[in-house]
């Protein structure tokens, strides 16, 4: 059930992030966003795991074209990578099977490189590979402009693999 539909006394504060996005004018989404995310990640202190429905709001921003199509939604994409203790391997794959369903209509190119860059750093390196080269095959139909994050995740998945490498290597 969407956010939004969904009834006040279930999460509140999710639809209060929903509607604060969602009303923003064009010109302060990205920092409508940005506020929304910096409470999210607040709210998240207050949990050792991370909570359904929390987890079902990032889902629904990378989904519904209502969020998605504006500039910002990368923010959320940082609150992960910042919480991924707190992240399963199913919470993983369904965040993958979500953007692999949708990155045909993302066309904001801060977002296409935040979820190849989240993908490459967050991922494990097969898994990672497998999903970034599914994003290659999905940008050879977007616009020219908007192609060449895969590839971007890739080397960014390259660089990760060395420094842990080496520092394995240290130890």
């Known amino acids: 059930m969407p956010v939004l539909e969904a009834p006040m006394n279930e999460n509140s504060k999710l639809v209060e992030y929903a509607a604060k996005i ?6 302060r989404c990205e920092s409508a966003f ?13 949990f050792s795991h ?8 990032v889902l629904e ?46 066309l ?4 296409c490189l935040g979820v190849c ?5 967050n991922y494990p390196e097969g898994y990672a590979k497998g ?5 290659r095959e999905i940008e050879k139909k977007k616009d020219p402009t908007l192609f060449g994050f895969a590839d971007d995740g890739l080397r960014i998945l390259e660089r990760e693999v060395d420094r842990v490498s080496r520092a394995d290597g240290r130890k």
């Open 22 to 27: 969602l009303l923003a004018k064009p010109e």
């Open 50 to 57: 991370f909570p359904a429905d929390y987890f079902a709001f």
């Open 34 to 46: 940005s506020r929304a995310a910096d409470s999210f990640e607040d709210d998240l202190l207050e």
């Open 117 to 121: 860059d989240f993908i490459a750093r």
């Open 61 to 106: 921003l990378l989904s519904e074209e209502k969020f998605f199509s504006k500039p910002g939604v990368w923010n959320f994409l940082l609150v992960l990578g910042t919480e991924k203790e707190k992240l399963q391997s199913s919470h993983y794959e369904q965040l993958a099977e979500t953007i692999l369903a949708n990155y045909q209509s993302y």
């Open 131 to 135: 999903v970034l080269h599914g994003l």
């Open 108 to 111: 904001n190119e801060d977002l």
